[in-house]
């Protein structure tokens, strides 16, 4: 009886075990992070600064304002660079909002970049299995290495829709 018991138990978890990872597999979660080296500067953004915690309004306001923006300029994707990630709710952070825009815009700073060549890391899965930036920034790492490529540390985050991301990393100029 308790054998029969284990049994159905047993084949249970196989059974949910193998329609998570299908499902997992299905939402893009196996898919790998493309990369690739672009001989071209990065491009130059426009955008606002936010330092505070990620419950105020003001860094709703900075992406609300941001995206308002972007849909003046057709074409133009959201970029976000984060210097400073915070922990918890309660935690500073600091980071970039801007679009790809070569031309100035009122009341937005201009990033440009010196650099002549960057890594893009493309992403093509589901928001709910896209691996984390952590993940994403140590495989840019990695391919940088084994290339003998050195990175300016900067990782520009730009959402291409809401199943693609790609991460820019520009590389140091002297490479």
Do not use: C
Request: charged share 20%.
């Amino acid at each position: 009886m308790m054998s029969k018991k284990f049994a159905v138990i047993l084949i249970t978890l196989i059974l949910l075990t193998g329609i998570g990872y299908w499902g997992f597999n299905r939402l893009g979660g196996n898919a790998p992070i493309d990369i690739q080296v672009i001989d071209q500067s990065p491009p130059t953004l426009v955008g606002l600064n936010y330092r505070g915690t990620p419950q105020d309004p003001k860094l709703e306001e900075a992406f609300n304002s941001v995206e308002t923006e972007m849909d003046l300029h057709p074409g133009s994707k959201l970029h976000t660079i984060y210097y400073s990630e915070p922990a918890g709710k309660l935690d500073t952070m600091e980071v970039f909002v801007g679009i790809d825009q070569p031309l100035p815009v009122q009341n937005f700073e201009t990033m440009s970049f010196k650099e002549s060549k960057y890594l893009l890391a493309t992403i093509k899965s589901s928001k709910w299995v896209m691996p984390n930036p952590t993940t994403v920034q140590k495989k840019l790492k990695e391919f940088a290495q084994n290339h003998q490529l050195e990175l300016t540390g900067i990782f520009i985050d730009k959402i291409i829709s809401e199943t693609e991301v790609q991460v820019i990393a520009p590389i140091k100029a002297d490479n």
